[in-house]
């Protein structure tokens, strides 16, 4: 084989990460470049070198101009290393998913990467099915850590939206690299110009050919083979190769055209079946094609020399000739792969396309190769006639649920709302039902409220003969209902409440498992709130239980996920890592990269809770990647507000977390701007937020109290009430949270932990003047912040008791809980924290003996109200505002209000404060 002309360049830079390889760092190079840039002769060139030091390899290729097996390219490497078994091409029942197969892909590559490493090589994956390019995702994203290089190479421009997103996301993983193959060098396109010629070329024809390939290797060949003929230079690559065609006797090009119709590879057997030929009279006529190269064998397969050449014999073939030729070809590979088949009857105009194309989704789907599935639903459509609107709303729905299972939820959708408008036209409510439930859980989309609306639809038309569909639809209805719009409480469908309960009640009466787990989600998703946890909890349980008997981990997964964030909300920490520990295994049986992005979240809750802030900081970047890599619309928002919460402890990277902020809330409910009043609080820009909060103030009651950021969202607005010194909203939030006093807050086990309500209870009753109050609930989050090992909230909750204790004048213990306080914002890194600690312990000079809070009674009592009045107006207990009265009579020396009141109206005869 001749040595590669140029690319000296990129093949230094694949070696050194081949060199890499053989040290244990795996790489994913990229190769892109336009038809004839030389990309199978450049991988050639790789592949050499690669054995040469050692290393072993395999290519999988994609055939183009048909759709070929899923995961063929995939399939052809595992056979080449001779890999243990993975299930790739086997039919899968509902306890496997495929990411479980693609794990084992890995684990099958990982046992063969041995020694100096593994090459592998993909070819055209331009053509390439989805599913073979999800896997190279798979690949790609464990391939830094094995001793793997992966060559994927595809043409430029032609990959098409999906794939080419596909690729990006490639192109973007740890360890990733691209190079594109430009054209060659002047000097380059000389020495491949002389070298492809028959003869001597003078300088005036390679110039030619320099300018007319425009440095393309495949042109340059092609023109310089034609160089030495006397006839004029064609000016297209197309053009170029029917000339080289024309080469070949008459009925070798006709051989070559009816060959096109099987892409670029056959066989002599199925060529000679094709055009009714004997084997032996075919391998003659093709004698000449590969003499001049036109054809090249590989063993029994015969391939063109490059699918350019391919297409441009397609494409001399008639409409009527291709179809034949097709029918034919059907005949000729009807043993094949089922998909090659049914593209053979579809382009032949066959009838049996139709069937056979199903049965080929259908093999696809039972495989878990849903995008090609996708594929063949989409094709059988084509066929299908458009009077039959019953069966194509029906093959809609089927296609809807591989587009849905592939990731992509609008394409998904766009089939559910095409296939509900021909129920609704043909009065079918089965079609109109199962419409509205094919897309699940999906929450946070914008197709959510139209899912919504299509199950608001679909019931009036169900009635009560359809009870497994009407309990599908009535959870749905619940699940896809809008978090700030009306809670559980208010009434839907006919004016009974608990639509979660009734689906339920339907479910289990059905027997139905997905029923019944839909219904648990919608029961899970109307006990949202805060005072539903412990329903979650059961519910989470039965989710489980199900989920094992079933044989559907997924089932169990969102169970044991309930059960975590009821178990984080109570605060019970034993029963929380027992949880977390059976989701790992839950998340580890389902493999899929939706879940193990779930799993990051929920550690990088428990390290940011436990103040291992540069592990969060880890989790977090890392959660953001698995929640990309799996399509979640959420991941970024999430990333977000943890890098919101590390904000808050740290004090760093606020300024692009306001901006990320500001932007969400500037889109989204009026009331999520009171999110961004929090941060500009913690920022302290306390000038805009006294500006906002007038206009938040009104509305914070409308927060709906079953969405689950509530008690977050009344916490940030109770440090609000704090820093502006808001008492009456203060005492509103107060009365609000007091119900929640032993919970944490945390609004999902993916989302952040910010600790006790106990603490903001405790803020909110200094605020108001309740001392004893403020004392217990500070004390019992002290206690809840050290059995629960959450080291950032026990240190605010020591600051809180030691200004608490200031307070009452205990200097003792307010220097204890301040020395506790420092001693932890210096071990964690939390700057905020001992900048608070700095201020208490630095106080301002005092203007008098006695606390704010004393002065503000004792102007009351200056004013001749009573104790209980005293109470009611600063929202203290009257036993409250007994003992302040008590401690501004000691400190002044006096025995009767009536000498406060004195004592107030004349500052001048107050006393000095003592040191």
Not at 497 to 524: H, I, K, N, Y
Request: with cysteine; proline share 5%; net charge negative.
């Amino acid at each position: 084989m001749a040595e590669l002309v140029g690319r000296g360049r990129e093949l230094a830079e694949v070696e050194t990460r081949l060199a890499g390889v053989r040290a244990g760092s795996g790489a994913v190079v990229l190769v892109e470049g336009e038809a004839g840039a030389g990309k199978t002769a450049f991988a050639n060139a790789v592949t050499r070198r690669a054995r040469a030091a050692g290393h072993a390899t395999a290519w999988g290729a994609c055939p183009e101009g048909e759709p070929g097996a899923p995961f063929r390219p995939w399939l052809q490497i595992l056979q080449s290393i001779r890999a243990p078994a993975t299930g790739l091409d086997e039919p899968a029942d509902a306890s496997v998913t495929r990411y479980r197969r693609f794990d084992a892909v890995v684990e099958a590559l990982r046992d063969r990467a041995t020694g100096d490493g593994l090459l592998l090589v993909l070819d055209d994956l331009h053509a390439a099915d989805l599913g073979s390019l999800r896997l190279l995702q798979h690949v790609a994203s464990e391939a830094a850590d094995l001793p793997l290089m992966l060559l994927a190479l595809f043409r430029e421009g032609q990959a098409g939206t999906d794939r080419h997103d596909v690729l990006s996301a490639v192109g973007r993983e740890r360890g990733a690299h691209r190079i594109r193959l430009g054209a060659l060098a002047a000097d380059d396109v000389t020495e491949l110009a002389t070298r492809a010629a028959a003869g001597p070329l003078d300088a005036a024809t390679l110039r030619a050919i320099g300018e007319r390939s425009g440095g393309n290797p495949l042109f340059v060949v092609e023109l310089a083979r034609l160089a030495g003929t006397g006839e004029r230079l064609p000016r297209g690559i197309r053009a170029t190769i029917g000339r080289r065609l024309d080469a070949v006797p008459a009925d070798t090009r006709l051989l070559l055209r009816q060959a096109s119709v099987h892409g670029r590879e056959f066989d002599a057997v199925t060529l000679a079946a094709t055009v009714r030929l004997t084997r032996d009279e075919a391998v003659a006529r093709l004698g000449p094609a590969l003499d001049a190269g036109v054809l090249v064998a590989d063993g029994p397969v015969l391939r063109f020399d490059h699918v350019l050449t391919q297409e441009v014999l397609y494409a001399e073939l008639g409409p009527t000739e291709r179809q034949e030729l097709h029918a034919r070809a059907a005949s000729a590979v009807a043993d094949g792969p089922i998909e090659t088949v049914a593209h053979h009857l579809r382009q032949g105009g066959e009838a049996e396309a139709l069937t056979v194309t199903l049965r080929a989704a259908e093999r696809a789907r039972g495989r878990l190769a849903y995008e090609d599935a996708a594929y063949q639903y989409r094709a059988a459509l084509d066929l299908l006639p458009r009077a039959d609107d019953g069966t194509r709303a029906r093959l809609l729905l089927d296609l809807a649920g591989c587009e849905f299972r592939a990731g992509a939820v609008d394409a998904a959708w766009r089939c559910c709302h095409e296939a509900a408008d021909l129920g609704r036209a043909a009065g079918d409510a089965a079609v109109l039902a199962d419409a509205a439930t094919v897309l699940r859980g999906v929450t946070d989309s914008s197709v959510t409220p139209r899912i919504h609306a299509l199950c608001r639809s679909a019931l009036p038309l169900l009635g009560d003969t359809e009870p497994v569909r009407r309990a599908r639809v009535l959870a749905q209805l619940v699940v896809t209902a809008d978090p700030f719009g009306p809670g559980p409480e208010v009434t839907h469908d006919g004016g009974e409440p608990d639509l979660g309960r009734r689906a339920l009640q339907q479910a289990e009466a059905s027997g139905d498992p997905d029923a019944v787990f839909l219904a648990l989600q919608a029961r899970g998703t109307e006990l949202t709130g805060a005072g539903h946890v412990l329903e979650r909890l059961s519910l989470g349980e039965r989710a489980v239980r199900l989920g094992r008997e079933v044989g559907r981990p997924e089932y169990a997964a969102w169970g044991h996920l309930w059960r975590l964030g009821a178990f984080a909300e109570l605060g019970r920490r034993v029963p929380f890592d027992a949880e977390l520990a059976a989701f790992a295994v839950a998340v580890d049986q389902l493999r899929e990269p939706l879940w193990t992005w779930r799993l990051t979240l929920v550690r990088t809750s428990v390290a940011l809770s436990e103040g291992r802030l540069a592990r969060a900081a880890e989790l977090m970047a890392e959660g953001q990647v698995r929640g990309r890599r799996a399509g979640h619309e959420a991941a970024d928002f999430f990333h977000l507000v943890y890098a919101d919460a590390l904000a808050q402890l740290t004090g760093e990277g606020y300024d692009p977390v306001e901006r990320a902020v500001r932007a969400f809330t500037e889109q989204g409910p009026f009331l999520s701007r009171a999110w961004h009043v929090n941060v500009l609080m913690h920022m302290s820009r306390i000038d805009e937020v006294r500006a906002m909060w007038p206009s938040l103030v009104p509305h914070l009651g409308a927060f709906p109290r079953h969405a689950r950021e509530w008690v977050v969202a009344m916490s940030g607005m109770a440090d609000v009430c704090v820093a502006l010194g808001d008492r009456e909203t203060g005492a509103w939030a107060y009365a609000q949270l007091l119900t929640f006093a032993d919970r944490q807050v945390i609004a999902d086990p993916l989302a952040p932990g910010y600790g006790p309500v106990a603490l903001w209870l405790g803020r909110l009753a200094r605020l108001l003047g309740d001392a004893e109050a403020a004392g217990e609930h500070l004390r019992s989050a002290l206690a809840t912040s050290l059995a629960l090992g959450f080291a950032p909230a026990t240190g605010y909750v020591h600051l809180e008791l030691a200004r608490a204790a200031l307070d009452q004048g205990d200097r003792a213990a307010a220097r204890e809980h301040l020395d506790a306080a420092g001693d932890l914002a210096r071990r964690l890194g939390l700057a905020p924290l001992q900048v608070a600690v700095e201020a208490v312990v630095t106080p301002p000079p005092a203007a008098g003996p006695l606390t704010p809070r004393e002065e503000q009674i004792a102007a009351l009592v200056a004013e001749g109200l009573s104790n209980r009045q005293i109470a009611e107006r600063l929202y203290l207990s009257v036993r409250t505002v007994e003992n302040h009265v008590t401690h501004i009579l000691v400190k002044l020396g006096f025995e009767s209000r009536a000498r406060i009141a004195s004592w107030h109206a004349d500052p001048s005869r107050r006393p000095q404060a003592s040191a």
